[in-house]
């Protein structure tokens, strides 16, 4: 009897501890927009938010969701020489990066980037301006400086004195010129070097940095959180004086002492491929996998997408221990390719190879939150 | 041989008899010696450009733009009671909402100088961004809005602090503001268009600036115009009028006499209207040129508007106007027949009226007579002016200021169509390109040019074909410009003297000390090499600086360095001279380069306008800023 007891008080608090995991973790409520509802293109390579005004770069235009509707800016062709409509640099949108202090909305395109400043648009390219490659994989603002990441090295525009500064294998220890995606603050700014690691600029004394395989043989780390997971870095955040990285094959945190690296095999990722990560501080990170989105919480992970194998919506949430259970819902974000996020609120915003979705943030989630399935990790009971 | 010392009040006797003895030779030869009339004797002129007025309307603080200094007039006794000298070429002003401050921006400075309106002195000095023009405050005192014309954005400055917190992105030329009556919006206008495509039509706008948030939301879109100077908004917040150009610059001007070449209007927004409306003020058969201050009387009856290049102010009766603008079939900006609707007076004033303010009860309208060195006083009811004061200037007027008058009249043209400010706003460029000569239609298209120090840089045009000044000045501008009467000897020498007078305005991208920064020695090194990178000579003429030589950067020869397009008659370019190059986009002959970047990397395919293709984007960027210092 008393061991009866014992165990139904065990499973009971097995239950409610799990029942209290899943409703830490996020829940939200999927609207996916489509070509349909008016996004310029399915393929969404990047989303910003600025208030209530949603940006998607898209392969073909960017979209700009404001009252309900969408806008669409893309170049102006040649049939439209004087027309008072400009458009941006190219339709293939791939970065997007907000002017807090103006509310501009610099676009990092695959013909130049774009100024986008309350409806007007101005276009730099490498012909008529600094810039060093017009194919831009990254964009970022600090202060009066646009900082973006080409296919042809790093490229600092001074909005003041419309000053360019290119930061290539010439004047830094970048060995790989394609910059992927760069993360500018007050203190540091990181660049993830594509085959090259990370790149750190400090602010101060103007010096680079580059992290690597530490011990320089191969591309990735061999010993566990020894340095930075491997070197194929696609995406930087860095946020409370916390880096994260994104690569092709894990992730990593450097609280710039230790790196601390996350696998697929030993973490809440879905995936070792990642598209990009995005810190909220220096302990939360949203990362946009191609077999989900995930968020990590410090010590739990979460998963959302379509099921891989039947499609339809599920989250996940992963325990410290290892512990996977999966919570029902009833939406998901728009495609498991998850190719970036952004923050409205306690809402977040994704952008996905197959459209763009909007999570709405749950908060009475403790009846909502039914663990359907549980899965332990081996090793473990 | 000992050398004898000269004295400094010998040397100034010297200097004095020579530059005495140049004026004589200009007067007899219409050649101007070739250096900077610097030299020569130069009355202090006033120059008054902009007006505000003390809450009570008992004093006029007066910018002075020659003198550097603000003068303050007792309007009762008309005299002027206090002079507070400023930063260098003051151009804006503006006066808190206490009546204790006032803010001037210094344009050659990059500053505000803050007036305490108790004391009369300056007691702050504020950084801004370069050359800083129109300025307003908000209503509750706690930010600045600077326009600055060589960035083209707007400073906000935390009065507090005394910082600049951030520049929002205005019109290329920002350089005049307007808050509304209701302190929510501040309307940004710029004096140059938008950079655009390669001969298409013009583009301004109207930049709206939301004084909460502190960020630009909206843009009025200008179709077809370049060149947009004061805005003002009635009382009510219902109606703002801005004054502007819409330059004709895709035909060939030699056609003047068929048609117009600028339409001096108006552009309308608000309530009253809804959208903008663009409406001419001009006449069939006679323009009033270079529209520039403009006010709306507080109750809202008439528009005033100075008209810099005809001498006198074009007053507009609203309520006809409004019903105009309703009732006409839109657009009618070009029908000049229009302007008969609306226009009730055309009120002569003096030389170059620019500033425009009511007195607080709305009686007296304030004109600033900027080469006259007065205030035209004029009775609102009777639109007659009915005094002047007089701000205390030299009496003599000399050479200079003769020439500058002449420069900024529109007389001398066609049915007073426009002058030689028209496209060298306020004496620099207007960022246009022109089918000038006639030579048929599409022939020889050319960027206007820069007049900094234009001494020593003959010939002139960008063919080399006018060998001085005078040629320039005199028959081309006679036969091929205006249509009209020519100017006398006197005149043409006075307008030259004046034009060689310009001097270059201060270069933003030289250190302080003199230095150059590690990327602008960089791109000396790459100005003056050799060699191409892989150390093969390179030809002495194709050597950046052999053609761009000497003090101003240009051997004053005819070169054909490939930029040469279809429509030119002849490849063969003048050597451009370099100093303050990047003011002047777009670039080339043509000004199909619109940026300096565009003149290597799309223009100069076969490395004929120097060796560029060897250079790597960090060099060419390096070359850039080299380039900027000059």
Sequence with gaps: MKFRIWFAALALFVVASLAAIAQDMPR??????????????????????????????????????ENGE?????????????????????????????????????????????????????????????????????????????????????????????????????????????????????????????GGGVLEYDQQTEHWKDYNDPDGENEMVVMKDQGLIHEITTSVSYVDKILWVATYFGASRYDGRYWHNFLQKDSGLPSNFLNQ????????????????????????????????????????????????????????????????????????WVATAKGLSHGIRQKNSVAMAKVISRETPKGKK | MPVRAISSTSFRQMVNVAAIFAVALLAVAAKPAPQQSTSIPKERYLSPIEMVSSQDGRLLYVVCQDSDEVRVVEVQSSKVISSISVGRVPRGIALSPDGRQLYVTNAWSDTVSVIDTTALQVVQTLPTGPEPSGVVVDRDGTSLYVANRLSGDVSVI???????????????????????????????????????????????????????????????????????????????????????????????????????????????????????????????????????????????????????????VTVIDVAQLLKTVRTRRQPFVNDLSASADYVVARIPVGHNPRGVLFSPDGRRLYIANRLDDNIAVIDTATDKVVSTIDLGGPKNVDALRRGERLFYTADFAFQGQFGCANCHLDATIDGLQWDLEPDGFGKDIVDNRSLENLAGTEPFKWNGGNADMPTECGPRTEKFFFRSQSFNQQQLTDLV?????????????????????????????????????????????????????????????????????????????DVPQLPNVAYSAPYLHDGSARSLEEIWTVFNPKDTHGVSNDLTKDELNDLIEYLKTL
């Excluded at chain 1, 010129?177 to 070097?193: E, F, G, Q, R």
């Excluded at chain 2, 005394?162 to 919006?185: I, N």
């Excluded at chain 2, 058969?285 to 009856?301: F, H, M, N």
């Excluded at chain 2, 030289?510 to 590690?518: D, F, K, S, V, W």
């Design chain 2, 158 to 312: 935390d009065l507090k602090s005394g910082q600049e917190t951030k520049r929002l992105l205005a019109g290329r030329g920002a350089s005049y503001l307007a808050l509304s009556p209701d302190g929510k919006w501040i309307y940004c206008t710029h004096i140059y268009p938008n950079a655009g495509a390669f001969r298409t039509q013009p583009n301004s706008e109207i930049t709206v600036l939301d004084t909460d948030r502190q960020t630009v939301v909206a843009r009025k879109s200008l179709h077809n115009v370049a060149g947009v100077f004061h805005v003002a908004m009635s009382a009510d917040g219902r109606l703002g009028v801005a004054a502007q150009l819409r330059p004709k610059n895709l035909i060939p001007l030699a056609h003047v006499e068929h048609g117009w070449a600028f339409g001096d209007s108006l552009t309308l927004f608000g309530d009253d209207v809804g959208g903008t409306v663009q409406v001419p003020i001009d006449e069939l058969d006679r323009y009033y040129a270079l529209p520039w201050g403009v006010a709306i009387a507080p109750d809202k009856s008439k528009i005033f508007l100075t008209t810099a290049g005809s001498q006198s």
């Design chain 1, 277 to 348: 990560v995005k810190g909220i501080d220096g302990t939360h990170a949203w990362f946009s996998t191609d077999q989900g989105l995930a968020y990590y919480d410090g010590t739990n992970w979460a998963v959302y997408r379509p099921a891989l194998d039947t499609h339809k919506p599920e989250m996940l949430v992963r325990d410290a221990s290892g512990v996977v259970k999966t919570i029902s819902v009833q939406s998901a974000p728009a495609h498991n390719y998850i190719l970036g996020v952004d923050f409205q609120g306690d809402d977040i």
């Design chain 1, 70 to 194: 969408w806008k669409i800016l893309r170049p102006v062709g040649p049939e439209q020489p004087g027309s008072e409509q400009q458009g941006i640099a190219h339709q293939a949108v791939l970065a997007l990066a907000l002017d807090k202090r103006t509310g501009d909305v610099w676009a990092g395109t695959m013909g130049g980037l774009s100024h986008v400043s309350a409806g007007r648009i101005d276009n730099f390219t490498q012909l008529n301006s600094g810039l060093s490659n017009n194919i831009v994989y990254g964009v970022g603002v600090q202060g009066d400086f646009v900082w973006t990441a080409t296919a042809a090295g790093a490229s600092r525009l001074n909005t003041r004195t419309g000053q360019w500064s290119l930061f290539n294998n010439r004047n830094t220890p970048m060995y790989e010129i394609w910059t992927y995606s760069v993360s500018p603050a007050a203190d540091k700014v990181y660049y993830a070097v594509w």
């Design chain 1, 28 to 65: 939200f409520l999927w609207k996916n927009f489509t070509v349909a509802d008016g996004l310029p293109d399915n393929h969404v390579f990047c989303v910003l938010v600025d208030g209530n005004r949603i940006w998607a770069g898209t392969e073909n235009g960017l979209g700009l969701y």
């Design chain 2, 497 to 573: 003297t004046f034009v060689f007078s310009l001097p270059y305005r201060p270069n933003r991208s030289r250190l302080p000390n003199g230095e150059l920064t590690p990327a602008q020695e960089r791109g000396k090194a790459i100005f003056e090499r050799t060699k191409s990178k892989s150390g093969k000579p390179i030809p002495e003429a194709n050597q950046c600086a052999y053609c761009h030589s000497g003090p101003k950067y240009t051997n004053q020869q005819q070169v054909d360095v490939g930029t040469g397009k279809p429509t030119d008659r002849s490849p063969v370019i």
